[in-house]
Protein backbone atom coordinates (compact mmCIF):
# COMPACT_ATOMS: atom_id res chain seq x y z
CA UNK A 1 0.00 0.00 0.00
CA UNK A 2 3.02 2.47 1.00
CA UNK A 3 4.89 1.67 -1.93
CA UNK A 4 1.62 2.45 -4.29
CA UNK A 5 1.15 5.74 -2.96
CA UNK A 6 4.88 6.16 -3.52
CA UNK A 7 4.42 5.33 -6.90
CA UNK A 8 1.46 7.63 -7.53
CA UNK A 9 3.43 10.36 -5.66
CA UNK A 10 6.67 9.88 -8.61
CA UNK A 11 4.33 9.16 -11.36
CA UNK A 12 2.87 12.51 -10.90
CA UNK A 13 6.13 14.71 -10.32
CA UNK A 14 7.19 13.23 -13.61
CA UNK A 15 4.03 13.91 -15.48
CA UNK A 16 3.84 17.84 -13.81
CA UNK A 17 7.64 18.24 -15.23
CA UNK A 18 7.07 16.33 -18.59
CA UNK A 19 3.60 19.14 -18.79
CA UNK A 20 6.21 21.93 -17.87
CA UNK A 21 8.50 20.68 -20.41
CA UNK A 22 6.63 20.61 -23.27
CA UNK A 23 4.31 23.78 -22.59
CA UNK A 24 7.35 25.63 -22.63
CA UNK A 25 8.84 24.12 -25.31
CA UNK A 26 5.31 25.21 -27.74
CA UNK A 27 4.59 28.90 -25.70
CA UNK A 28 8.41 29.45 -27.26
CA UNK A 29 10.08 30.21 -24.12
CA UNK A 30 13.55 30.84 -24.55
CA UNK A 31 15.75 29.52 -23.25
CA UNK A 32 18.62 31.12 -20.30
CA UNK A 33 22.02 30.06 -21.22
CA UNK A 34 25.49 30.93 -19.37
CA UNK A 35 28.80 30.70 -20.78
CA UNK A 36 31.99 31.79 -18.98
CA UNK A 37 35.83 31.49 -20.37
CA UNK A 38 38.15 33.63 -21.89
CA UNK A 39 37.18 36.17 -24.11
CA UNK A 40 38.37 37.38 -27.60
CA UNK A 41 36.62 40.63 -28.92
CA UNK A 42 36.04 39.90 -33.17
CA UNK A 43 34.38 42.94 -33.50
CA UNK A 44 32.30 45.64 -31.19
CA UNK A 45 29.16 43.40 -31.62
CA UNK A 46 30.66 40.37 -31.28
CA UNK A 47 32.94 38.09 -28.55
CA UNK A 48 35.18 34.69 -28.94
CA UNK A 49 33.98 33.24 -25.43
CA UNK A 50 36.89 30.29 -24.74
CA UNK A 51 35.69 27.68 -22.51
CA UNK A 52 35.67 24.60 -21.12
CA UNK A 53 33.62 22.60 -24.18
CA UNK A 54 35.31 24.86 -27.51
CA UNK A 55 34.46 28.51 -28.48
CA UNK A 56 31.58 29.87 -28.73
CA UNK A 57 30.56 33.62 -30.31
CA UNK A 58 28.67 35.62 -28.58
CA UNK A 59 26.58 38.83 -29.91
CA UNK A 60 26.52 41.84 -27.42
CA UNK A 61 22.73 42.80 -26.63
CA UNK A 62 24.39 46.47 -26.38
CA UNK A 63 27.23 46.69 -28.89
CA UNK A 64 30.36 48.58 -27.66
CA UNK A 65 30.72 52.08 -30.08
CA UNK A 66 33.80 50.26 -31.51
CA UNK A 67 36.05 47.20 -30.89
CA UNK A 68 39.02 49.57 -29.76
CA UNK A 69 36.28 50.51 -26.89
CA UNK A 70 35.28 46.93 -26.38
CA UNK A 71 39.10 45.54 -26.03
CA UNK A 72 39.71 48.55 -23.69
CA UNK A 73 36.76 47.08 -21.25
CA UNK A 74 38.47 43.76 -21.38
CA UNK A 75 41.78 44.74 -20.99
CA UNK A 76 41.88 43.91 -17.10
CA UNK A 77 39.36 40.81 -17.23
CA UNK A 78 40.85 37.24 -16.31
CA UNK A 79 36.95 35.97 -17.30
CA UNK A 80 33.90 36.97 -19.01
CA UNK A 81 30.79 35.40 -18.65
CA UNK A 82 27.77 35.81 -20.48
CA UNK A 83 23.90 34.97 -20.47
CA UNK A 84 22.28 34.24 -23.73
CA UNK A 85 18.57 34.49 -24.21
CA UNK A 86 17.61 31.78 -26.67
CA UNK A 87 20.56 31.95 -28.98
CA UNK A 88 24.37 33.75 -29.07
CA UNK A 89 23.19 36.23 -31.00
CA UNK A 90 21.82 38.40 -28.22
CA UNK A 91 23.74 37.75 -25.04
CA UNK A 92 23.95 40.21 -21.84
CA UNK A 93 28.25 39.98 -20.72
CA UNK A 94 29.97 40.79 -17.45
CA UNK A 95 33.67 41.14 -17.34
CA UNK A 96 35.26 39.65 -14.29
CA UNK A 97 39.06 41.07 -12.71
CA UNK A 98 41.22 39.12 -10.63
CA UNK A 99 40.22 41.28 -7.74
CA UNK A 100 36.31 40.29 -8.48
CA UNK A 101 35.42 43.39 -9.68
CA UNK A 102 33.06 43.24 -12.52
CA UNK A 103 31.41 45.57 -15.28
CA UNK A 104 28.94 45.09 -18.14
CA UNK A 105 30.53 45.36 -21.43
CA UNK A 106 29.36 46.85 -24.69
CA UNK A 107 28.16 50.57 -24.96
CA UNK A 108 26.97 51.83 -21.00
CA UNK A 109 24.77 54.72 -22.33
CA UNK A 110 22.32 52.21 -24.04
CA UNK A 111 22.51 50.19 -20.86
CA UNK A 112 21.48 53.00 -19.30
CA UNK A 113 18.83 53.56 -21.46
CA UNK A 114 16.81 50.51 -22.02
CA UNK A 115 17.15 50.22 -17.80
Keep these: MRSLKFLTVILTGLSTMLISVSLGNALGI ?9 AEVVDKRQLNIY ?3 GIIRVGLMWPAENH ?6 LATAVKVKCLMFGSEASASCVAIDKFGSRWML ?3 NQMAFTK
Design 68 to 73: YSLRRQ
Design 51 to 53: HQH
Design 106 to 108: GNA
Design 30 to 38: QQLTEVSGR
